[in-house]
């Protein structure tokens, strides 16, 4: 069975701080995505990392892929309080024929503090 | 370009009622899920339809949950009869296909159901 695991689950940032939200995952896949979740709110698509060594980046947020260590980064540079969220990866796996699922892991909280 | 839309957006029931909830999925949108996401923790997918075909329901509980998708466009997740623990936010998403190609999910606003 797939285990998407990120860590930490819970980051409190200062506002202009660099971190980093882990994501590991256990068994082969070259598709990842990342997705943000506000409170009370649906899930919005934030990168789609489809080969080994994809990078993207959008404003203060960057996710990179290494399918040979199985790891996913997002990396947080200089954040501030609208950055404030859950923050999920998603890890798609074949399921059979001509299909794919998607895995989450649980999450990471961000809070950003001024 | 329309969004995922679902309904109730909101639903309170006692345990052992039943329940329904309604999904639109984007138009030309040929796969659609089920997502059960509990308090705390990430969606887990409950059911996945190609066109109105299941191709994936192997985490749904089949003694007390269906799905169905007539038409290969809405889609109608029913729980009879609901237990504490189905209290949860349940969400549809949808993608153009997914096979092959990559799968990009487009989530709609949910229903939190809560289960008294």
């Known amino acids: 069975e797939l285990k998407v695991e990120q860590n930490p689950l819970f980051l409190s940032m200062q506002e202009g701080k660099n971190y980093t939200i882990y994501c590991n995952y256990s068994?082969?896949?070259?598709?990842l995505y990342w997705y943000r979740q506000d409170p009370g709110k649906s899930l919005e698509s934030l990168f789609v990392l489809l080969s080994n060594g994809a990078v993207k980046q959008e404003g203060r947020l960057m996710a990179s892929l290494d399918t040979k260590a199985r790891l996913s980064t997002l990396h947080i540079t200089a954040a501030v309080h609208d950055l404030s969220a859950t923050y999920f990866c998603a890890v798609d796996i074949w399921s059979g024929g001509s299909n794919y699922k998607l895995t989450f892991g649980k999450g990471t909280l961000l809070t950003v503090n001024p | 370009e329309a969004g995922v839309a679902q309904s109730p957006r909101y639903k309170i029931i006692e345990k052992r009622q039943s329940v329904a909830f309604w999904c639109n999925p984007i138009?030309?949108?040929?796969?659609l899920y089920w997502y059960q996401q509990i308090l705390g923790q990430g969606p887990k997918l409950l059911i996945q339809?190609?066109?109105?075909?299941?191709?994936?329901d192997s985490q749904l509980p089949k003694d007390r949950f269906s799905a169905e998708r007539l038409k290969g466009v809405d889609s109608t997740l029913k729980i009879q009869p609901a237990k504490l623990e189905d209290s949860a936010v349940y969400l549809c998403?949808?993608?153009?296909?997914?096979?092959?190609?990559?799968?990009?999910?487009?989530f709609g606003p949910g229903t939190r159901l809560t289960v008294l």
């Open positions: 998403a949808s993608s153009v296909t997914g096979h092959s190609s990559y799968n990009e999910q487009f």
């Open positions: 138009s030309g949108h040929a796969t």
């Open positions: 068994t082969t896949s070259d598709r």
């Open positions: 339809f190609q066109n109105n075909g299941v191709v994936d």
